[in-house]
């Protein structure tokens, strides 16, 4: 089947602009995992869903990031007034049920560019 | 405070020249040790899970293992298209699901 899926695939902005980044998991996962991954590192945590609330936020850097997940499947990650420091990869990831130890599948990433 | 450290940060290996690839770690309480291969511009790819120090898991020319302080990816006989960046990732046993993640290794495979 599916996998998961994020879009855009690349995005280039200018500082201080607001964008979007959505990820559509895969197709039955109530978990929804947002991380992100700055060249030669790994990624790193932002935030993490079940259904539709946010059950960790502990990871976004700041309060110019915001997620939402309304119907508990799609969700789309928001930054305001964007920074040069917020170019990076962010990735997307889903599992079935959120539990321990399950797998997290990745999606191919969104591309930020901060000009 | 909870860490996850991979070495060596690249290693180039000759088609056929089997070595490993190290992850320790120290955490709090371990719930569960993944690995993950990742190409240039794509997402992770999972490749295992390992619970309990001494299980081991295998794949085509993968073998990981995992002790009570590290774990280690070991690649047998290792072919080009095994070159990719191989990280590992904990995921602990109070709080949450996140993963935290090591930098990687990368590792080429020369024909």
């Known amino acids: 089947g599916a996998g998961v899926s994020q879009t855009p695939s690349n995005k280039v902005t200018e500082k201080g602009k607001y964008v979007e980044l959505r990820c559509d998991p895969i197709?039955?996962?109530?978990?929804l995992y947002w991380y992100r991954q700055s060249l030669g590192q790994g990624p790193e945590f932002l935030i993490y869903?079940?259904?539709?609330?946010?059950?960790?936020d502990s990871g976004l850097p700041n309060d110019r990031f915001f997620a939402v997940r309304p119907e508990g499947s799609v969700s789309t990650l928001k930054i305001q007034r964007t920074e040069r420091g917020d170019s990076a990869v962010y990735l997307c990831?889903?599992?079935?049920?959120?539990?321990?130890?399950?797998?997290?599948?990745f999606g191919p990433g969104t591309r930020l560019l901060v000009l | 405070e909870d860490q996850v450290t991979q070495s060596p940060e690249a290693l180039r290996l000759q088609e056929g020249e089997s070595s490993s690839l190290n992850c320790s770690y120290t955490?709090?309480?371990?719930?569960?040790l993944f690995w993950y291969r990742q190409d240039p511009g794509k997402g992770p790819e999972f490749l295992f899970t390992l619970y309990s120090a001494g299980e081991e898991k295998e794949k085509e020319r993968l073998k990981a293992t995992l002790t009570k302080k590290e774990s280690f990816l070991h690649i047998t006989a290792p072919k080009p298209e095994d070159s990719a960046t191989y990280l590992c990732a904990v995921q602990l046993n109070f709080g949450n699901e996140k993963l935290t993640f090591g930098t990687g290794t990368r590792l080429t495979i020369i024909p």
């Open positions: 197709s039955g996962h109530t978990a």
């Open positions: 955490v709090s309480g371990l719930r569960g």
């Open positions: 990831a889903s599992s079935l049920l959120g539990g321990p130890q399950e797998t997290q599948y």
């Open positions: 869903f079940q259904g539709t609330g946010a059950a960790d």
